[in-house]
């Protein structure tokens, strides 16, 4: 099994441009997040989704879009790339089906995708 | 608001040395407390995940403990070895029959063991 996979893994776009960043799992789980890492910070939540069909906001959801279409795949999209979206992003799922704080569930991470936008 | 605050930021050890990272949490309702490694340019792994029951939790050579009283979480680490060298994240989940799906996460501390 492949696992959690992103790509791309390094992007540099200019402010205003658009982009999706790619995340698929051949887990078959059915949650699945975006999250953004940013140096002396914790992961934030961008967006996520509790099956196929299903998405919500997180913490940070501002410029970012997602969809979730099959249960395998959940690209987030930059709508209009600023400098403040400049960050490494992370994918991550989980078997739990309603909430990824159950026990026993760890998240499975994607690599990240380094990301600048100048 | 839910924290997680962990120290130290930064540590440098030795191979061989022995080393515990903190990590105090204000998060309420709590239902358990992950610890992950991340590797420099990888996605973080998950290494334990305890419960408010379990007071300790072990992983080869890392060893947690959780005192759900104090809201204070410590992850041991033995004989360590350049390998271990990673960032150490702990994430605290919430009750997951209260709310929805956030996990608090710790900004991490970075560890370097040198040869």
């Known amino acids: 099994n492949a696992g959690v996979t992103q790509t791309p893994k390094f992007q540099v776009l200019k402010t205003g441009q658009s982009m999706t960043l790619q995340c698929a799992q051949d887990?078959?789980?059915?949650?699945m997040s975006w999250y953004r890492q940013d140096p002396g910070m914790g992961l934030r939540l961008i967006h996520y989704?509790?099956?196929?069909?299903?998405?919500d906001q997180g913490e940070v959801p501002n410029g970012y879009n997602v969809s979730r279409s099959t249960t395998e795949d959940f690209p987030l999209r930059l709508l209009s790339a600023a400098p403040s979206q400049t960050s490494v992003y992370f994918c991550?799922?989980?078997?739990?089906?309603?909430?990824?704080?159950?026990?026993?569930?760890?998240?499975?991470f994607g690599n990240g995708t380094r990301l600048t936008v100048t | 608001k839910n924290q997680v605050e962990q120290s130290p930021q930064s540590l440098i050890i030795l191979e061989g040395k022995n080393c515990t990272l903190q990590c105090n949490y204000t998060v309420s309702p709590f239902s358990n407390l992950r610890w992950y490694k991340q590797d420099t340019g990888r996605g973080p792994v998950s290494l334990t995940i305890?419960?408010?029951?379990?007071n300790t939790k072990s992983n080869g050579r890392y060893t947690a403990t959780l005192d759900a009283d104090t809201k204070q979480s410590s992850l041991h680490i033995t004989a360590s070895q350049l390998s271990d060298s990673a960032s150490y994240i702990c994430v605290v989940s919430e009750d997951p029959n209260n709310a929805g799906n956030m996990l608090t996460f710790g900004g991490g501390t970075r560890l370097m063991v040198k040869p």
């Open positions: 989704s509790v099956g196929a069909g299903i998405t």
């Open positions: 887990m078959n789980h059915e949650y």
């Open positions: 305890m419960t408010f029951s379990e």
């Open positions: 991550a799922s989980t078997r739990d089906g309603v909430t990824a704080a159950s026990y026993n569930s760890p998240l499975h």
